[in-house]
């Protein structure tokens, strides 16, 4: 099982409407998550963390569900500039024995006018 | 005001050569990374460093060196390239490293192995 799955879509949403992608994660001591965005051909910026209660940002619901070991992220409302791909990030054990960030695939959101 | 800067942010070069992607942060933070991301998008972390010290080193052909001058800079050079080792570099920092740190990423550098 990998580290960490996500749909790697794309998914193509009108824009105004409600989309929502998960992510699986395999190590359950795992204990921070993120959510990352990376528009094309650009770096990857920090969009929200994952908190065990859940957060929201403005249009951006996380979740975490740790008895499935799923995090999930919403995007309400959707706008044209929300289209880029979204990494889901756990921590796993490195090499070394300490911690790692790992990333999965992402999943490619189009929102279409 | 660049927080993070790469260079070359373009890189093209013959198999066998040997080459450097440089990296500094203005942040001053203490953590640096080095990932690769390949042409399928998975972004997998090579190396970290934490005020000039390996932290991270992950299965990584040993003509990967990274070096660290001082805790702004993180520098990775590659001995020997070879095809496989086309992809985009990406450099990140982070102001401690502990792992609820913020990444920040820099441009990335695209390195093409004809």
């Known amino acids: 099982r990998k580290e960490v799955e996500q749909d790697p879509g794309p998914f193509n949403v009108p824009e105004g409407a409600t989309v929502a992608f998960n992510c699986t994660y395999s190590n359950s001591a795992s204990q921070s998550f993120f959510w990352y965005r990376q528009d094309c051909r650009k770096e990857p910026k920090l969009l929200m963390s994952?908190?065990?209660s859940g957060n929201e940002d403005g249009r951006f619901t996380a979740q975490l569900n740790r008895a499935s070991q799923y995090i999930s992220l919403l995007i309400r409302d959707s706008k044209l500039s929300d289209s880029a791909t979204y990494l889901c990030?756990?921590?796993?054990?490195?090499?070394?024995?300490?911690?790692?960030?790992?990333f999965g695939t992402g999943t490619r959101l189009t929102i279409i006018p | 005001d660049t927080a993070v800067s790469q260079t070359p942010k373009y890189l093209v070069t013959q198999m066998g050569n040997d080459k450097s992607i440089k990296c500094e942060q203005n942040?001053?933070?203490?953590?640096m990374y080095w990932y690769k991301q390949d042409s399928k998008k998975f972004l997998k972390i090579m190396f970290s460093?934490?005020?000039?010290?390996?932290?991270i080193n992950e299965t990584v052909p040993n003509r990967f060196s990274p070096k660290s001058p001082d805790k702004a800079h993180l520098n990775l050079h590659i001995n020997s390239l070879e095809l496989g080792d086309s992809a985009v570099y990406f450099c990140a920092s982070s102001q401690f490293g502990v792992l609820t740190d913020t990444q920040y990423f820099g441009p990335g550098t695209r390195l093409t192995v004809l």
């Open positions: 990030v756990v921590n796993v054990k490195s090499n070394f024995g300490n911690e790692k960030l790992t």
């Open positions: 460093y934490n005020n000039k010290e390996l932290i």
């Open positions: 942040l001053g933070h203490d953590t």
């Open positions: 994952v908190y065990s």
